[in-house]
């Protein structure tokens, strides 16, 4: 697998040195698999310490920049370990990212409780004092762009800046027909029959699968690659949900810290269906189904 630093030796080094120490080199890289939008890698450094490289070619400007902001606001707000940013650079064809190393330990008995105490703590105290939902920044979910804009209103926000942007997306890729652009269009008009008025902001990580949650050092939780925001904190319960479940305890901790609103369960599939399509447009057709049968269900619902 290609050494990603390879690209950067010259700049990261220097960097590295001027974070370190002068005497700072780096030894050797270890490519490591798994990401699907950036390579990744641990440097190995003539001190004895890790930190891990994230390099991504031809991304778009400050796409680092802006995972570094991400990772430290939730720093912020969020008792997990969250990994620290280092160094942020870029060269004339990509950009990179270098962040604390976390070396994943065998999971604590406790692991899911913990993880669902610090979820719900995370959304309770960060939505104690906000008053809008989006952020002062626009961000990325994957590959795609995110945008942000602020708004006082999360049914309004929801159904133009999450769910309007990637059904227009979808539409200029070609994958949705003529009837599920009007489908779609039609859930849009409702929105507001679907979801509560009153929601409280939280910060929420907005990329919470199974993927971006691991062990650290310690057997406890971390949490990697978020695509921060303000917004109703089941979207991340639902999230945890699109890919098979975290495990039960996590749900029991969590709401035993903090309840989720009566009818959150009938909620969880429209939240998902922003990454649904957010994943149809990444990835193509093989998703369409998925996003059909989410569409009809809450059409559905409406006739009913």
Known sequence: MEQPYLHYQGALSEALQQLMGSTIYIKREEAVGGGCISQGGILYLSNGEQVFLKSYGASPHHFFQ???????????????TVPTPLIVGENADSQYLCLEYIEAAPRKADYWEHCG???ATLHKESGAAARRFGLEWDNWIGSTPQPNNPSTNWQHFFATTRLHYQLQLAARNGYLSPAMQRDGDLLLKHI?????????????????????????????????????????????????????????????????????????????Q????????????????SYLAAVGKVVHHYISLLKT
């Open 192 to 268: 507001p029959s679907l979801l509560p008025e009153a929601v409280q902001p939280a910060l929420v990580h907005g990329d919470l699968w199974s993927g971006n949650l691991m062990s650290d050092n310690r057997g406890g939780a971390a949490l990697i690659d978020p695509a921060v925001y303000f917004a109703d904190r089941e979207v991340d319960i639902a999230m945890t949900r699109l890919f098979g479940g975290f495990d039960d305890r996590f749900y029991h901790a969590y709401n035993e810290c903090y309840p989720l609103v009566k009818g959150w369960e009938g909620r969880l």
């Open 117 to 119: 105490r610090a979820l």
């Open 270 to 285: 429209l939240y998902n269906l922003y990454h649904l399509l957010n994943h149809l447009n990444i990835f193509g057709t």
């Open 66 to 80: 802006v995972e570094a902001d991400n990772l430290l606001l939730l720093q912020r707000y969020c008792s997990l």
